[in-house]
């Protein structure tokens, strides 16, 4: 009994360990030369695994709700943090749930799962890519390589999707799929920097601003907002709010709807308490100029454009302060407006939105619906979720049920 698992990310590990420990014969392709590249830089290179929030609340940050329940109800967080631990890969838990490797080195986990692969006896292919699937009369099996045809009993597609093509995410998972008659719901960044029209002053690059507040707009209307942190990197918008809206943000861009990012400095203050903070700041800094009371409101590095934004000089006595500037300057720090009209693209997108349609997929097992003896696991699914853990945590499920049913069904 052989299974072929091609793609050697978190999913695809999973699927081969669990088909291993069923008593499969596993081989397992990997086109680059190491195993789990992705893995390797999540969490900014410490290794964030997975989400300690609860089943429900884990549910929700993902963009179906319904497909994944028998997948986390299999392989929860807890299952993934207990399987990691008993590799002795220490982990904990930091804000917001956040599960990272405790030496803060991700490669430490990749590197314990490439000991627990040759443990199992997985036959591993690593810098061996796959060039097609061989499907006859709706039958999947096997796979050809480098030109080679491999016969496999069963075989578990998980090659990731689009983003960070570096890693290995190339995408020929989804043309193999597709090939087969599956129906691939468009791809799209997905956790990426969002790009405005206006070209970012240098003195904003790498400005990290915390406790602000982020919303996103489509044609006008506010769509959704998030709080906590921001950074300009690169003439974009950055860090965990932005990579949150981007979600919502890319599609409606790339069909044509006007798409705007409204930055509030300051959520804490209401409109009228904003006015009175600065209204006693002109009293303490009446002998002083804009700049300075500007200064006092929010980082050196923002001052500068935030008042160019507003139509503002800097060098302004704030004697000569009138109530309608006094209002662009609240305004101003209130809703900063960024026309969005391009993202970071495939390179700097954490994760792909969209992937084969989960419709022709069976959740309780990861068979395809058209194609006999062919399942998925991970990214290749339209299935993606805020930063924080969680895409990993759905690589792995997804993995494990693809694994064990392949395995258990021959």
Known sequence: MKIAVIGAGPAGIMASLQAAQAGANVSLFESKPRIALKLGISGKGRGNIT???????FLNHFNDKRFLKYAFKSFSNTSLIAFFENMGVKLEEERGGRVFVASGRAIDAVNALYRKLNSEKIELFLATPVDSLIIEKGVCKGLISKGKKILADKVVLATGGISYPQTGSTGDGLKFATLAGHTLQKPYPSLVALKPAELLSEELENLNLINISASLW???????????????????????VILKLSRKAVKPLFE??????????????????????????IEKKKTSNLYDLARGLVPA??????????????????SDLKADNRKKLR????????????????????VTSGGISLREVTPETME????????????????????GGYNLQAAFSTGYVAGKSASTLL
């Open 218 to 240: 489509l044609n006008g209307r506010k769509d959704s907002e998030e709080q906590g942190e921001m950074l300009f990197r690169d003439g974009m918008l950055d860090g965990p």
């Open 256 to 281: 044509g709807i006007k798409t705007e990012i409204v930055i509030d400095f300051k959520p804490a203050l209401s409109y009228e308490k904003l006015d009175n903070r600065i209204l006693r700041d």
């Open 368 to 387: 395809s619906k058209l194609i006999e003896n062919l399942y998925f696991a991970g990214e290749i699914l339209d299935i993606d979720a805020d930063t």
């Open 301 to 318: 590095a923002l001052v500068n454009f935030l008042l160019q934004k507003a139509g503002l000089s800097p060098k302004l006595n704030l």
């Open 331 to 350: 305004n101003i720090l209130k809703e900063m407006r960024f026309e969005i009209t391009d993202c970071g693209g495939w390179d700097r997108a954490i």
């Open 51 to 57: 989400n300690s929030c609860s089943f429900k609340d």
